[in-house]
């Protein structure tokens, strides 16, 4: 499976992003997907992720009810809306897929990963 992120690019506070993340391949809809972002001088840490099926999601605290994840598995593609952006939400957004139907929120148990897209929010 290969990944590419889009949608990053450069927001005031209290603005909204659509990140994309498209997928290759025809078994898309068997793979769990994830977002996660890396901030300068800070570990990648988990954001969003969602099941094959798209019927359950989770989310970091530090997200929850600004940010959306969804997936159309008809177009090979995950998104994460993001809404009432914050300054401390700039970092590179990377999209992954896990071989699992079931989402999880660590980084170590996805196979692969897309190449990120920036997002920046000015205060």
């Known amino acids: 499976v290969q990944l590419q992120a889009s949608g990053g690019g450069l927001v005031q506070a209290g603005g909204s992003l659509r990140l994309s993340c498209a997928a290759s391949g025809r078994t898309f809809s068997s793979y769990a997907m994830g977002w996660f972002r890396q901030a300068p001088g800070k570990e990648r840490e988990f954001v969003a992720t969602?099941?094959?099926?798209?019927?359950?999601?989770y989310y970091a605290d530090s997200v929850k009810g600004r940010f959306t994840i969804s997936r159309d598995n008809a177009k090979n593609t995950v998104y994460l809306q993001m809404n009432s952006l914050k300054p401390e939400d700039t970092a590179i957004y990377y999209c992954?897929?896990?071989?699992?139907?079931?989402?999880?929120?660590?980084?170590?148990?996805?196979?692969?990963w897309g190449q990120g897209t920036q997002v920046t929010v000015s205060s």
């Open positions: 969602i099941s094959w099926s798209g019927s359950s999601t």
């Open positions: 992954a897929a896990r071989q699992s139907k079931y989402f999880s929120s660590s980084p170590d148990e996805y196979d692969y």
